[in-house]
């Protein structure tokens, strides 16, 4: 099994590092390569905060991912996270995003971070 926080940590760099790419004439290509490993990423942030409160193993499907952002969605603490993530649905499913939010990205990717450091 791989450890999860190697997993996100190493999702993160490649968000990154697609971001790093983003001007004003390639705009459209990064949006469509980072969007969905974007939404992963946070599915896969959201399943690491449930199974760190509740000290489980990483059982990762779509119910537990389901599970995971109904916790997020109900924590004071995570639920930028769930905003963030339906933001990234309502792009993948219908098209109609405001680049603005994109970026809120980098304070995601800092606050993941903060949420991974050892406790």
């Known amino acids: ?3 999860l926080t190697k997993v996100i940590l ?7 590092a697609e971001l ?5 004439e390639n705009r459209a290509e990064v949006s469509k390569k980072v969007m969905e490993p974007l939404r992963h ?13 509740k000290n489980e193993p ?9 599970e995971a952002l109904r916790y997020i ?10 905003k963030f993530h339906q933001q990234l ?3 993948l499913t219908c098209s109609t995003f405001n680049l603005l939010n994109f970026l809120i990205a980098p304070n995601l990717f800092h606050q993941a971070k903060i949420l991974l450091l050892p406790s």
């Open 58 to 66: 990483l059982n990762y499907n779509y119910e537990r991912i389901n």
């Open 10 to 16: 190493q999702m993160n760099s490649e968000i990154d």
């Open 89 to 91: 649905q309502a792009y």
């Open 41 to 53: 990423f946070v599915e896969a942030l959201s399943l690491f905060i449930l199974i760190k409160v």
């Open 73 to 82: 969605k109900n924590n004071t603490d995570t639920i930028f996270i769930y």
């Open 1 to 3: 099994m791989r450890d």
């Open 20 to 24: 790093g790419r983003f001007t004003r």
